[in-house]
């Protein structure tokens, strides 16, 4: 059984800071795309950053510069830092591990979420 658990989440002030971890278990082979996902109070997911496992990254347009993603491929772990938090990164975030970037990968796994607080 795939699980995603992801850890990290909390209150930051503006400015802050706070890593985000997840763990994948369950997934016997490389993972070809790790990353994160964000949920604020509304319908729409959408992309903070992945990593895939040659290391390319993509990141949204609002983490450039502020969020680094990274990999241990060895562990199945991924890693959000985010620093220079802004009340707007307030969100549920959640970890995703994938077997391609296309609409129809192989598998697709999602996390739990874990809730990230910007506020002062």
């Known amino acids: 059984q795939v699980q995603l658990v992801e850890s990290g989440g909390g209150l930051a002030q503006p400015g802050g800071s706070l890593r985000l971890s997840c763990a994948a278990s369950?997934?016997?082979?490389?993972?070809?795309?790790m990353g994160w996902y964000r949920q604020a109070p509304g319908p729409q997911r959408e992309l903070v950053a992945y990593?895939?496992?040659?290391?390319?990254?993509r990141y949204a347009d609002s983490a450039k510069g502020r969020f680094t993603i990274s990999r241990n491929n060895g562990k199945n772990m991924v890693y959000l830092q985010m620093n220079n938090l802004k009340p707007e990164d307030t969100a549920v975030y959640y970890c995703?591990?994938?077997?391609?970037?296309?609409?129809?990968?192989?598998?697709?796994?999602w996390g739990q979420g874990t809730q990230v607080t910007v506020s002062s």
């Open positions: 990593m895939l496992n040659n290391s390319i990254t």
């Open positions: 369950g997934i016997i082979r490389s993972i070809y795309a």
């Open positions: 995703n591990a994938r077997d391609g970037l296309g609409p129809d990968p192989a598998y697709n796994y």
